[in-house]
C-alpha cells in the first residue's frame, strides 16, 4: 500500500500535531485484543454487567496498563503491523521503520461515575518515538476517556527540549520562558478524541497530551505503540533541529 494520507491530511498533522484515521484495524484482530484483557481482568469486572466497570482502577486514576499481550504477533499486527497504518507511518518519516517488537500494551480507561470533573494533566511523553499510534478497539464516544490532545502545541514544545528525542527540557536560562509557554498552552482548549472501534490517532512525539476522563459507562479501550526510524537512537542526543520536520520527508514535500 503507498501514500494513504493525502495533502491535507498531511498538512492537518503539521499543524495540529495529530490526525485521527478512520476503521483502519482488522475486526477480528480487535476482538482477540478485547477477550484478551477481559480474560485476565479482576473477578469483580463482569464482562456483562457495565455496573461492575464503573470506579475500577480509581487508585490508579481509572487506568489499568494491560501489557501482558504486548509481544504477541496478533497484537503487533493489529497495530504496529497494520498495512495502512505502516504506510502512513512511512509517507510522514520515510521507509526506514524500526519493526516492532513489541506495543506498549492494551491501556484501559474504565468509567469514573459520578465523581467530581478534574483538570486534565497536559503532558508530553518522557521516552524517545517519532509518531505515536492511540489504536481504538472499542467505541469511544465523546467523553469517553478518549486520548486528548492540545493542536498545536507540538511547535512550542518541540523547542523546549536541547536535544531531538530525548527528554531533558530544563535549560535554566530558558526556564522562564518554557513556563511561560507552558502555561499558555495549558490555557488553551484541549481537544478529546472519540470515535469507533478501528479508528486510530497518530500523534507527533512532542504533542501535549493527556487521558481523557471517562464519563461514559463504557470501559476506553485503545492499544499503543510508537512509530520509530531506524536511525532514532543515532539521532535521539543530537541538537534539536532548527527545523522540526527534519526526520519528516513526508510533510516536508506536502
Ligand atoms: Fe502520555
Redesign the pocket.
Known sequence: MTNPLSTDQLLFFRDNGYLVLRGVLDPALMAQARDSWWTAAPETLKRDDPETWVGAFSDSRWTWKYRETQDRPWLIELLAGNATLRAAAAQMLGPELEEAERVRGIYLVFPEGDVPERPVYL???QHPFHLGAVAYIDDVPPGGGGFTVWPGSHKRFYHFFRTAYTFNPVDTSQEVREQAAWREVSQQEPVGTFGSAGDVVLWHHRLG???GHNRSRRVRQAVLYDFKRTDLAAAQDEPTPDDMWRDWPGIREA
Open positions: 503532558h508530553v511523553d497530551h493527556s487521558a
